[in-house]
Every structure is written in C-alpha cells, then in structure tokens.
C-alpha cells in the first residue's frame, strides 16, 4: 500500500510541476507553440504581406522612435552629461 501512495503522490507532484511551468512560462511558450503551427502548416507563406504588415509596422515604427530620440538628445547641448 505504501508504493501506491508513494506513486500517486510522485504523480501528483509531476501534475503540479506542469501546471506551474504552463502558468509561469505562458507567453513564452504561447510564441513557441505558433511558431512551431506555422512551420508545420504547407499553406504558410513567410512572403505573404497581409500576415506581416504589423509586424513590419512595429519594426519601422521602433525604429523612427529610436531615430526621433537620437536626434532630439543630440540637439540638446547638456544632453551627453548626465548626473546619476
């Protein structure tokens, strides 16, 4: 009787153990599993403009925020010296 507890309790812990790794690593492993649909898929073209124009969107978009800052800390004279 007592391999039987010791098992359902070893079972148990590896149920919980899952569970705790789903709920703590879900974005991450959300992305993957995706990731993972898209390649598995035939239909899926990388090419296709409609299933990457956010993506691109927010490339571009990053990038002129980051240009804007770039020129905006430039213009100012105090802007290399920073007191920390």
């Known amino acids: 009787m007592a391999a039987i507890t010791s098992a359902l309790i070893a079972i148990a812990g590896?149920?919980?153990?899952?569970?705790?790794?789903?709920i703590a690593c879900k974005p991450c492993l959300e992305s993957g599993r995706e990731a993972i649909d898209r390649s598995l898929n035939p239909d899926y073209d990388p090419d296709d403009e409609e299933n990457n124009a956010a993506a691109r969107a927010a490339l571009i978009s990053k990038t002129e925020d980051t240009d804007a800052k770039a020129a905006d800390s430039s213009s100012s004279p105090t802007a290399a010296i920073k007191a920390v």
């Open 14 to 22: 590896v149920v919980l153990g899952w569970i705790a790794i789903e």
